[in-house]
């Protein structure tokens, strides 16, 4: 089994807002392996940024993280101080944002961005900062690196201001890479691009990567592992396989029947109910229960515990073996 790099327990980072506390995590558990892929999977508004946010410990205010254990290479990152913990970050763990029209600063040119996260975690000189900088460019397809580290943001299309995000996040070499939703504001044939570029980039720097997304074709693409999460909490997790085969819990199931099938003229999207809850007032018992077909009234009163399934496989539905046929079926129309 591979060496744990990170191990999330019990984390919850809750809002205190005006209308009350949004339970935006409410006691995740998960961990990543070195060298491998999770995937990070649920609809927005499920936790999945949060709890990205919660390990970098750079949660906006006024969120907080109230309890848990956030454990990195062994060591607890709550308990670290800020100083501490701005050595980590950029180094030995980045974040790729969703949209990097947003994360690069527009008033600054992409030589000056990158040199400076260099120059922050590394002792080298400015020239060797340049140099590395276009070195980066290039490996992830910025034509003409050295002519173009003198632009600006916005002098970039968005497939390649994503790459500049890329190469700011690799620029220090970290061990782990969050990457939220990279191509969600991309076109279909630049999606391909950039996911190609990341599983490149993964081997290349050998890294551990948690693909935050909502597509679950993604992950079957890149993924390792999946960890499925609505509402705040962990509702599956697997190998992506065993997931993709033998998914136990309803909304595990409806997220794979969402996905579009190529080649069927005529098909008819499944769609799940509703939406997602309120967190400042969440349902009770199981969180999914509102909008589950196979609820029953134990489903609002008990909080679904993770089970094991099989070895590896986990799930938090308290009637998964009596719907396990259902479930079977509906997967097979997923595929």
Same mark, same amino acid.
């Given at each position: 089994?591979?060496?744990?790099?990170?191990?999330?327990?019990?984390?919850?980072?809750?809002?205190? @807002?005006?209308?009350?506390?949004?339970?935006?995590?409410?006691?995740? !558990?998960?961990?990543? +392996?070195?060298?491998? %892929?999770?995937?990070?999977?649920?609809?927005?508004?499920?936790?999945?940024?949060?709890?990205?946010?919660s390990v970098l410990r750079i949660v906006p205010r006024p969120?907080?993280?109230?309890?848990?254990?956030?454990?990195?290479?062994?060591?607890?990152?709550? !308990?670290?101080?800020?100083?501490?913990?701005?050595?980590?970050?950029?180094?030995?763990?980045?974040?790729?944002?969703?949209?990097?029209?947003?994360?690069?600063?527009?008033?600054?040119?992409?030589?000056?961005?990158?040199?400076?996260?260099? +120059?922050?975690?590394?002792?080298?000189s400015k020239e060797d900062a340049v140099e590395k900088t276009?070195?980066?460019?290039?490996?992830?397809?910025? #034509?003409?690196?050295?002519?173009?580290?003198?632009?600006?943001?916005?002098?970039?299309?968005?497939?390649?201001?994503?790459?500049?995000?890329?190469?700011?996040?690799?620029?220090?070499?970290?061990?782990?890479?969050?990457?939220?939703?990279?191509? %969600?504001?991309?076109?279909? @044939?630049?999606?391909?691009?950039?996911?190609?570029?990341?599983?490149?980039?993964?081997?290349?720097?050998?890294?551990?990567?948690?693909?935050?997304?909502?597509?679950?074709?993604?992950?079957?693409?890149? =993924?390792? +592992?999946?960890?499925?999460?609505?509402?705040?909490?962990?509702?599956?997790? !697997?190998?992506?396989?065993?997931?993709?085969?033998?998914? @136990?819990? #309803?909304?595990?199931?409806?997220?794979?029947?969402a996905i579009p099938r190529i080649g069927i003229a005529k098909?008819?999207?499944?769609?799940?109910?509703?939406?997602?809850?309120?967190?400042?007032?969440?349902?009770?018992?199981?969180?999914?229960?509102?909008?589950?077909?196979?609820?029953?009234?134990?489903?609002?009163?008990?909080? #679904?515990?993770?089970?094991?399934?099989?070895?590896?496989?986990?799930?938090?539905?308290?009637?998964?073996?009596?719907?396990? =046929?259902?479930?079977?079926?509906?997967?097979? +129309?997923?595929?």
């Amino acid at each position: 089994m591979s060496e744990t790099l990170l191990q999330i327990e019990n984390l919850k980072t809750y809002f205190d @807002t005006w209308a009350g506390i949004v339970k935006a995590v409410d006691g995740v !558990s998960l961990d990543v +392996r070195r060298g491998e %892929t999770l995937g990070l999977v649920g609809e927005s508004g499920s936790g999945k940024t949060v709890t990205a946010l919660s390990v970098l410990r750079i949660v906006p205010r006024p969120g907080k993280t109230i309890d848990g254990r956030i454990l990195f290479k062994g060591e607890d990152l709550l !308990s670290k101080t800020e100083e501490e913990m701005q050595k980590i970050r950029g180094a030995e763990m980045a974040l790729i944002f969703q949209d990097p029209s947003t994360s690069l600063n527009p008033v600054f040119s992409i030589e000056t961005q990158l040199v400076e996260v260099i +120059r922050r975690h590394q002792r080298i000189s400015k020239e060797d900062a340049v140099e590395k900088t276009e070195h980066l460019l290039e490996i992830v397809g910025i #034509p003409d690196a050295k002519l173009r580290m003198d632009e600006f943001p916005h002098q970039f299309s968005g497939g390649m201001k994503q790459r500049v995000a890329i190469a700011r996040a690799l620029s220090c070499e970290p061990t782990l890479l969050f990457a939220d939703e990279p191509t %969600t504001n991309l076109d279909v @044939t630049i999606q391909a691009q950039i996911l190609d570029l990341m599983r490149d980039l993964k081997s290349k720097f050998d890294m551990s990567m948690v693909l935050i997304t909502h597509n679950m074709g993604i992950v079957a693409e890149m =993924a390792d +592992r999946v960890t499925v999460m609505y509402a705040g909490r962990v509702c599956e997790s !697997s190998d992506m396989h065993k997931v993709f085969t033998n998914a @136990t819990h #309803p909304y595990t199931v409806a997220l794979m029947n969402a996905i579009p099938r190529i080649g069927i003229a005529k098909q008819e999207l499944q769609v799940i109910p509703g939406n997602i809850p309120n967190l400042i007032e969440p349902p009770s018992g199981c969180r999914f229960h509102p909008r589950c077909k196979y609820a029953r009234p134990n489903c609002k009163k008990v909080v #679904p515990e993770l089970e094991e399934v099989e070895k590896g496989h986990v799930t938090a539905c308290l009637r998964w073996k009596e719907i396990e =046929a259902d479930l079977k079926k509906e997967r097979e +129309r997923a595929v």
